[in-house]
């Protein structure tokens, strides 16, 4: 179990942050501890030789299970229990530092709105997009992707696939223009709530209330040693 000091700790990671060059950096840190910021990285089998792995740039750094809770009308109330989730957790666990709801929901809600739908990803070469690592870097330079890979440990990889093009084009756009505060932000969220589950009872039951009862209509959470069972099992892939 993680105590809040800990995590108090951890969000220095964030703290350490002065420029938007330093976002990478910290982002990777983050990503160590679980906390997936902006999109999903990854290694997979490259479609194309079954022989090697592939790094893999993904949508992702949304926290609502699907796109459509930040964008469809009908899921207004959803986001309405959501900021007040955010804004709850965070008194309790970082009180003196500056976490925008308000800003999270917004950078959030754009990452949603740039991915792909399900339904769009099921054809495996919608998502297969080779692409040589300069050429990259030429196309997205908002974010130190350098920096980025070398604190992942990837320092040297020289192609990739982006999965969702316009989703990265889209986060260019993003990291360009949001105030540096409002991504500190995100990120601060994006790390405590991938710590919440680690915590002591009260957050855990705070974490069951918005994740597990408002979705999935469970009334109680499941004994703690299933759980831990389940942390072990996921854990180990």
Not at 89 to 102: E, G, Y
Not at 130 to 144: E, I
């Amino acid at each position: 179990q993680l105590a809040r000091a800990e995590l108090t700790s951890l969000l220095q990671i964030v703290d350490q942050v002065s420029t938007r060059a330093d976002l990478a950096t910290a982002t990777a840190r983050v990503r160590v501890l679980d906390a997936e910021a902006f999109f999903s990285f990854y290694f997979t089998a490259d479609r194309a030789d079954a022989t090697r792995h592939l790094a893999t740039l993904d949508q992702g750094g949304f926290t609502l299970p699907d796109r459509q809770h930040y964008l469809s009308p009908s899921f207004a109330e959803v986001r309405t229990r959501y900021l007040a989730h955010i804004q709850q957790l965070t008194q309790k666990l970082a009180p003196n530092l500056n976490v925008s709801a308000d800003a999270v929901l917004r950078i959030e809600t754009a990452l949603a709105q740039a991915s792909l739908e399900r339904a769009a990803r099921r054809d495996p070469n919608t998502t297969y997009h080779p692409v040589a690592r300069p050429a990259f870097l030429a196309s997205s330079p908002a974010f130190g992707w350098d920096a980025f890979w070398q604190e992942a440990g990837v320092g040297s990889l020289q192609a990739l696939n982006v999965a969702v093009p316009s989703f990265f084009a889209a986060l260019e756009g993003l990291l360009s223009t949001e105030p540096l505060a409002d991504l500190k932000s995100y990120l601060r969220w994006r790390l405590i709530e991938s710590q919440a589950g680690t915590l002591d009872e009260e957050i855990l039951g705070d974490e069951f209330d918005f994740h597990a009862r408002a979705f999935t209509g469970q009334q109680s959470p499941p004994p703690t040693e299933w759980r831990c069972y389940l942390e072990t099992t996921q854990s180990l892939g």
